[in-house]
């Protein structure tokens, strides 16, 4: 986990804590990331007075600190309706069209806006030279070589579907974050 992601979940939890929320409940795997984000996660709550439970039944605010994999299972949880959530906190490195598509409630702190002109660059070279591949955080920042340095800020999917269409299942990517919709910011810059 970068400096930054750990700055980004401190935010987060600060973010969450100053909403009014009493408890989250935090996602993690036991990857070397996943537990230095959940310890950091955890920190921040302490400091915060935030409670953290395991409750799965808990309508509390989910912060995923997972890899893929593990936030993809709590996702669809949530969306499907199997897991109550007060929204779905992804980790920075989890910005995924596919983790994006489920109805869950999902935001994603970023240090970089992905419609922003370098982000918008790095999906269509990415669909050039990878058609159908979908961009990701952590291809961005590989590609960028971490130079985005704005505040953190917190983002959605914002799908433009159409009534009758394939959503935002249709294949192909066409250079963009999302298939048929984009990541909007939903927040001012949030403060650590």
Known sequence: M??????ALRALTGFIARRGA??????????????????????AAARLGLGVTADESARVPRVVVAGWSGAAGLVRRVGTGAVPASGVYLAPWLLD??????PAGQLVPLRFDPAGAEAVRYAARLHEAFPGEPATAAGFAGWSRGTAAA???????????VPGSLGLHAHGFSGRWLPQGSIVPVSGPLRP
Do not use: F, K, N
């Open 2 to 7: 970068t400096s930054a992601d750990a700055a």
């Open 22 to 43: 009493r408890a989250i409940a935090v996602t993690a795997d036991g990857s070397p990331r996943g537990v230095r984000a959940e310890a950091e996660v955890r920190a």
């Open 97 to 102: 069209a596919e983790l994006l598509d489920p």
């Open 151 to 161: 505040p953190v800020r917190l983002y959605a999917a914002s799908p433009m579907g």
